[in-house]
């Protein structure tokens, strides 16, 4: 299963007509997605007409509709059994999980880890190696996060109860190989055969990078850890009965969205494009898979048109006006926030000329931008807006929107999700296409009346670790435009 976390159907559009535009494409050029689209994902959740993360990733493993926050636990809080969970240790495939942000975040955590408040990532990641009622239940997993299987004693952790549990899961849960903060040459030469399994493998403390912002000598993309993960897994099955689940995610198409960065949203789109021609290929090749691609829910609000003044608006939008820009807007406002004595000089030519494109700046925009107290989430926005004005993109919220989503498959059994589904009807498909018992996993995680699951974070204990991380909570308060 693929999911493009935000990635609603004006962001589709978006990045195509963008595509088209830099490429020189005809008008009727398809992306890899257009080619595969078969209907639509109602996206609501059990507490609200616009769900977040959790509760939409959640959807799609248990089946179920549950709580804005709620990772793998259903509306009454208790754990629900998984389609990875079910596949591991019903069918006996083996399984893995590959995202670009922390790999504790929400949609990862849905798949592979049981708390009532997703915000929880410590207890996520000692679930994921495999401390829970089931055991070990991933193979694989490829992203970023390592900060929460690290205590704050090694660099880059965050943990405040001195467990590394890297370590722990290679002495106590048979992990067999175990890499973090390693180079991008430790990751090509991982082998891509059964001898690495399990294999973890996290890129960096918090979420990897943006597109826009990666270095390829130092970390992968996410077609790239796609196609690593799919060798691996095909080829430790190639000779057996059984073969394997993997859930791969675009992460920060999500992110970039909830800052209104339309340039960093378009390269996460078209890498994720990329990833998606990629498992094409490999299903075409391998015609008894599957792929599902689709969104737990669209973010920003995105419209490809804005009204700037009074006046009635022009039908246009400019796409060129993304192609000047080389960096994300959260990276230029770390840069300015860096800087020991702001210049005008420096906000001038190093970031608006240089990396946004930016020649024709107000006076008011100059002004905002030399306030040394404001906060670097509001430059990051600030920044991106600069941009979407000048594009002419629309933004209505930084959070989330209530809007059905994409929904996209290829293989056998696709044409069973042709139309419009609730959200939860994706997890049945792929609960019946794979044969799996997820009431079987459900009662094991339920013996005795567990608690394993509920450990209480208080908002103390969540600035502990979060306090440095990019993070976009659920709750409402948290979600309102910087001007209200």
Known sequence: MMISDGLGPASVSFARTYYQFVNNKPYDYQLPLDTIHVGQSRTRSSSTLVTDSAAGATAFSCNQKTYNGAVGVGPDKSPCGTVLESAKHVQGMLTGLVATSRITHATPASFSAHVVDRDNENLIAIQQIGENPLGRSIDLMFGGGYCHFLPKSENGGCRSDSRHLLNEAQTKHQWKTVLYNQSREDFDKLPTDETVLPVISLFSSDHMPYEIDRDPKMEPSLSEMSKKALDILYNATENKEKGF????????????????????????????????????????????????????????????????????????????????????????????????????????????????????????????????????????????????IRAQLGWATHGHSGVDVNLYAYGQGAEYLIGSHENVQVGEFITKALDLNLTEITTKLNHKNPSFHLTDLTDKGKLEYNEDLEHYHYLPSHLKHVNL
């Open 245 to 388: 689940f993997l859930m791969i995610e675009g992460s920060r198409i999500d992110m970039a969205a909830h800052s209104n960065d339309a340039a960093t949203h378009v390269h996460e789109i078209l890498e994720y494009q990329n990833t998606i021609e990629l498992v094409k290929k490999y299903v075409e090749e391998h015609p008894d898979t599957i792929m599902i691609s689709t969104s737990d829910h669209e973010t920003g609000g995105l419209s490809l048109a804005r009204q700037i003044s009074k006046k009635y608006p022009e039908y246009l939008w400019y796409p060129d006006v993304l192609t000047k820009v080389k960096s994300s807007t959260d990276n230029l406002a770390k840069m300015i926030k860096s800087q020991k004595a702001l210049t005008q000089e420096y906000i001038t030519n190093t970031i608006l000329k240089d990396r946004l494109g930016i020649n024709d700046t107000t006076q008011g925009e100059m002004k905002e931008l030399l306030k040394t107290t404001t906060t670097t989430k509001h430059i990051t926005q600030y920044l991106a807006d600069m941009v979407s």
